[in-house]
């Protein structure tokens, strides 16, 4: 035990031996301090292995991914690219069903919720032609009518054709002027005689698109005449003439009655179809697709709509008053030219028409009962929220029935409860049977 001891105190000493002091052998203190300095790198050995191993990994699994990323975008985006394609066609084709549907008329015979278009019906053939194919077509009728009535004919275009009024006033009573001269003078030359060059004609008369034909129709023909020029020289000129023919003075009052026919008459203007409509009671009643004939808008409105998004700009700083802002509604109105119109019968039947859309209601009213069994039934028109209409003087776009409107009729209670008084069988409904034979359903 005592020499146990002893070695452990001599090596306590060895270790706590100061600069000056000599180890002993035994420590090996020299072989230990390189150890003690080379210990760490030589252990960081495999770490840098295992860390180049795991990058290695690491690069063959995003080397691995790589190689197919780009195929694979490339097939997403042949993918899309066949997505779109497919979806475009789709959208074209059902564009192309749509136009054709507007184009021809359902085959089976079901009416759409709404008209296709605006028409018109030519006074003077009786057809009745869309709103855009309108003018075209009176035109032409005027044009076939010269074979019939030349005289008739020429008076149509002057009328029809120049829009100005005022100016188309002014040259039919200067017209008339000088056929009264002829008519009052025929002895006198100077009367059958009218030179075309002459500044109340000029500004007068022969701007007017269709009076040349008229002159030619009621007997007069072109001629040049010699006229003596004015002055010191005696030299003659030429101008142009509208001369009567000299057969023409033994019929006068052909004249006169061409005369007549000018001042009277008026503008050829077709009329609005009303495209008379019945339906079976339908949920859909209140459903309108109308078409753009409906929003079309004169160049003269356009000007306007810019004008009024202008003020627009300005009003909205503006504490407007009640009348103003019922004034900006009335002028949002005025914007449509035409509406459809519906009125829902107590039986559920539904009586649809067009009209224009600063046409009085009282023209809603006829329409009604033009359609009825019994025209002499009393009755009235309910707009939206039951109010009644009234005042048959007020326009649609007065009364806010524009563009579209679904109004309800109510019969007068106290002539329904004597009809049903008197005992007497009643029809299943009001409205004529011819109208009831062609009935349609709301889609």
Same mark, same amino acid.
């Given at each position: 035990?005592?020499?146990?001891?002893?070695?452990?105190?001599?090596? !306590? *000493?060895? %270790?706590?031996?100061? @600069?000056?002091?000599?180890?002993?052998?035994?420590?090996? /203190?020299? #072989? =230990?301090?390189?150890?003690?300095?080379?210990?760490?790198?030589?252990?960081?050995?495999?770490?840098?292995?295992?860390?180049?191993?795991?990058?290695?990994?690491?690069?063959?699994?995003? !080397? *691995?991914? %790589?190689?197919?990323? @780009?195929?694979?975008?490339?097939?997403?985006?042949?993918? /899309?690219? #066949? =997505?779109?394609?497919?979806?475009?066609?789709?959208?074209?084709?059902?564009?192309?069903?749509?136009?054709?549907?507007?184009?021809?008329?359902?085959?089976?015979?079901?009416?759409?919720?709404?008209?296709?278009?605006?028409?018109?019906?030519?006074?003077?053939?009786?057809?009745?032609?869309?709103?855009? #194919?309108?003018?075209?077509?009176?035109?032409?009728?005027?044009?076939?009518?010269?074979?019939?009535?030349?005289?008739?004919?020429?008076?149509?275009?002057?009328?029809?054709?120049?829009?100005?009024?005022?100016?188309?006033?002014?040259?039919?009573?200067?017209?008339?002027?000088?056929?009264?001269?002829?008519?009052?003078?025929?002895?006198?030359?100077?009367?059958?005689?009218?030179?075309?060059?002459?500044?109340?004609?000029?500004?007068?008369?022969?701007?007017?698109?269709?009076?040349?034909?008229?002159?030619?129709?009621?007997?007069?023909?072109?001629?040049?005449?010699?006229?003596?020029?004015?002055?010191?020289?005696?030299?003659?000129?030429?101008?142009?003439?509208?001369?009567?023919?000299?057969?023409?003075?033994?019929?006068?009052?052909?004249?006169?009655?061409?005369?007549?026919?000018?001042?009277?008459?008026?503008?050829?203007?077709?009329?609005?179809?009303?495209?008379?409509?019945?339906?079976?009671?339908?949920?859909?009643?209140?459903?309108?697709?109308?078409?753009?004939?409906?929003?079309?808008?004169?160049?003269?409105?356009?000007?306007?709509?810019?004008?009024?998004?202008?003020?627009?700009?300005?009003?909205?700083?503006?504490?407007?008053?009640?009348?103003?802002?019922?004034?900006?509604?009335?002028?949002?109105?005025?914007?449509?030219?035409?509406?459809?119109?519906?009125?829902?019968?107590?039986?559920?039947?539904?009586?649809?028409?067009?009209?224009?859309?600063?046409?009085?209601?009282?023209?809603?009213?006829?329409?009604?009962?033009?359609?009825?069994?019994?025209?002499?039934?009393?009755?009235?028109?309910?707009?939206?929220?039951?109010?009644?209409?009234?005042?048959?003087?007020?326009?649609?776009?007065?009364?806010?029935?524009?563009?579209?409107?679904?109004?309800?009729?109510?019969?007068?209670?106290?002539?329904?409860?004597?009809?049903?008084?008197?005992?007497?069988?009643?029809?299943?409904?009001?409205?004529?049977?011819?109208?009831?034979?062609?009935?349609?359903?709301?889609?």
């Amino acid at each position: 035990m005592r020499k146990f001891f002893q070695e452990i105190k001599a090596d !306590l *000493k060895f %270790k706590t031996a100061g @600069p000056g002091q000599k180890l002993s052998e035994p420590s090996r /203190v020299p #072989k =230990e301090k390189p150890k003690a300095e080379a210990a760490p790198k030589p252990r960081q050995g495999p770490t840098d292995e295992a860390q180049m191993a795991a990058a290695a990994a690491l690069a063959r699994m995003e !080397l *691995k991914p %790589k190689a197919k990323l @780009p195929s694979s975008q490339e097939a997403i985006k042949n993918q /899309v690219r #066949k =997505e779109l394609m497919a979806e475009a066609a789709a959208s074209e084709k059902e564009l192309c069903a749509e136009e054709k549907d507007l184009a021809s008329p359902d085959q089976e015979g079901a009416a759409a919720p709404s008209v296709s278009g605006v028409y018109f019906i030519c006074p003077l053939t009786g057809a009745v032609v869309r709103k855009d #194919k309108k003018e075209k077509h009176i035109r032409e009728a005027i044009q076939s009518y010269f074979s019939v009535d030349p005289v008739a004919a020429s008076i149509m275009e002057i009328h029809t054709f120049n829009k100005d009024r005022e100016k188309v006033r002014v040259g039919v009573e200067t017209m008339a002027k000088y056929l009264d001269n002829i008519y009052l003078h025929p002895e006198e030359e100077k009367y059958r005689k009218i030179k075309l060059q002459n500044k109340v004609f000029q500004e007068r008369i022969s701007c007017l698109e269709g009076i040349h034909r008229f002159f030619q129709a009621i007997g007069f023909e072109t001629k040049t005449l010699p006229v003596p020029e004015q002055g010191k020289k005696s030299k003659k000129t030429t101008e142009e003439y509208y001369v009567l023919k000299e057969e023409m003075l033994t019929k006068l009052e052909d004249l006169k009655d061409y005369k007549e026919q000018l001042l009277s008459s008026e503008p050829v203007r077709a009329q609005l179809d009303r495209q008379l409509c019945v339906f079976k009671p339908s949920p859909e009643a209140a459903r309108f697709e109308l078409p753009s004939d409906f929003y079309n808008l004169t160049a003269e409105e356009i000007k306007r709509e810019q004008r009024l998004r202008t003020e627009a700009v300005e009003k909205a700083s503006m504490l407007r008053t009640r009348a103003m802002r019922e004034k900006d509604e009335q002028r949002e109105m005025r914007k449509y030219n035409y509406t459809l119109v519906r009125v829902r019968f107590p039986d559920g039947y539904i009586l649809q028409g067009t009209f224009y859309a600063r046409e009085s209601v009282s023209a809603l009213y006829n329409f009604v009962r033009e359609a009825l069994r019994d025209d002499w039934l009393p009755f009235e028109l309910l707009g939206p929220g039951g109010l009644k209409l009234t005042d048959e003087n007020l326009a649609f776009n007065e009364c806010g029935l524009v563009p579209s409107a679904l109004l309800a009729l109510a019969w007068d209670a106290a002539v329904m409860a004597d009809i049903q008084a008197s005992g007497e069988e009643q029809p299943a409904s009001p409205l004529k049977p011819e109208l009831l034979s062609r009935v349609q359903t709301l889609s």
